[in-house]
């Protein structure tokens, strides 16, 4: 079967795909977690056991998440009433000015969302061969990433990783296109010089995959080395500015990476980030979001230690406009917000308070469940941040008690100050005061009023 023909098979039958999990038992206990979440997991799935391990003892950031905890929303309910969002901004209100690229991005259905194509074309070089299937090689890291997309979205997903059955074998070494780990070191080069390198290489890839690749059924397209390389060879580079014709369409925002299980070690070099690390840059290289550096460790875009924000499910289609509660500035209203992690269609999971078209106060329920499941108790609660679309990738800014410092274990580096609000605890804020009134395994319940 020639590939052309075996990807289009794939849109009509998923693959069938091996991704060890634990089995999917719902709780609704949903405030526990691992203290300090940078340890390892006891029940870390078995594809992943062995990642988890080189993790602990290679990689320079905390460990990950390898499993999707499964939770419900319990029957309790909070005993404070909440407004009606009748008496509520519409949502079409709360949604930020964004800029041109993206905009033009979400107009060619480009835009990561439940639905999203993403092919991989893996290649090899003479310089480094691959014997084995590129399907059984990536499987469980594919997966992983397919199924994390389905997990936090609360409308059904059919996002898809296309992978051919074979590694596309290019004329030259790798080594003459010089796109090794120079790129990624302290004293590297500005990235805009190594545009042209990972240009080329890309370019090459494609041309060679092209007779035999639908292109047609991709929204974005990912250049993975083969099993074997080593960062010293190829190191992972999105080429924000190139432009690829292929026989079907063009693609912009090229992303060109080594292969997942790469365990070097070195600055730069491996993360132990698995599946989680792959959806991040993921975002990254199909622009659909910048990074959030002014968030800590909260986001998925920020250092990949919790799952999407609800904002970023919120401009991803993840979750609905139902779901949002705009409330305006200048009267008193009462939100009970649901975890964000907990699927739900009706949950209501993200609150927004717009300044302005461009600025915009974020209020969610974070609980150790979901992806989330490493938080310990001391870290859940409110989660209040600020976004300045005028500020682009830099528009984040995450809100802090103000009242005594709190420490709650996070690794043995670095205690992090508690950044969830508890009951009780209030901020002014862009104009607002915002109080958590009530918590528990439902969620949080706010109140929002004019400020100081």
Request: hydrophobic share 35%; aromatic share 10%.
């Amino acid at each position: 079967m020639s590939i052309k023909k075996y990807i289009s098979l794939i849109l009509i039958t998923a693959l069938q795909l091996t991704f060890a999990s634990v089995p999917s038992q719902a709780v609704s206990v949903v405030s526990y977690g691992i203290s300090p979440r940078c340890q390892p997991d006891p029940k870390v799935p078995a594809a992943w056991k062995e990642y988890q391990k080189m993790a602990q003892e290679r990689a320079r950031n905390c460990l990950y998440t390898f499993r999707f905890v499964k939770a419900k929303l319990p029957k309790t309910q909070p005993k404070t009433v909440q407004t009606d969002r009748a008496a509520l901004l519409p949502t079409q209100n709360c949604r930020l000015e964004m800029f041109p690229d993206w905009n033009k991005q979400a107009a060619a259905g480009d835009i990561i969302n439940p639905n999203y194509k993403l092919l991989i074309i893996p290649f090899q070089t003479p310089d480094f061969k691959a014997k084995t299937n590129p399907q059984k090689d990536y499987k469980d890291w594919f997966k992983g990433m397919e199924d994390m997309v389905k997990n936090m979205s609360d409308v059904p997903s059919s996002f898809k990783i296309i992978i051919p059955d074979k590694y596309f074998m290019l004329p030259n070494t790798l080594k003459s296109y010089d796109v090794g780990s120079r790129w990624i070191t302290p004293n590297s080069p500005h990235p805009d010089a190594a545009q042209p390198y990972f240009g080329r290489l890309a370019e090459d890839v494609v041309k060679i995959a092209d007779p035999e690749i639908d292109f047609s059924v991709a929204n974005h397209i990912w250049i993975v080395g083969p099993p074997n390389t080593k960062r010293s060879a190829l190191v992972n580079f999105s080429n924000y500015r190139q432009v690829i014709q292929t026989n079907e369409k063009p693609f912009t925002r090229i992303y060109v990476t080594d292969h997942p299980y790469n365990y070097e070690v070195g600055w730069g070099y491996f993360t132990g980030a698995g599946p989680t690390g792959q959806l991040h840059e993921w975002m990254h290289s199909s622009g659909t979001l910048s990074t959030e550096s002014g968030l800590s460790v909260w986001g998925l875009t920020a250092e990949m230690q919790s799952e999407m924000l609800a904002w970023d499910k919120w401009m991803t289609n993840m979750i609905t406009d139902e779901q949002v509660r705009c409330a305006p500035q200048n009267q008193t209203t009462t939100h009970w917000l649901k975890p964000s992690s907990i699927k739900g269609g009706s949950y209501e999971k993200l609150l927004m308070i717009p300044l302005n078209s461009y600025q915009s106060v974020v209020v969610e329920s974070i609980r150790s469940v979901g992806y989330n499941f490493k938080i310990p108790k001391c870290q859940t609660g409110v989660l209040i941040y600020t976004i300045d679309r005028h500020l682009h990738q830099n528009g984040f800014s995450l809100v802090q008690s103000p009242g005594k410092k709190k420490k709650c274990p996070y690794d043995k580096q670095k205690p992090a100050e508690l950044a969830a609000f508890q009951p009780g605890e209030s901020v002014n804020i862009w104009g607002s005061k915002i109080t958590v009134v009530e918590a528990g395994d439902f969620g949080d319940v706010v109140r929002v009023e004019p400020g100081a």
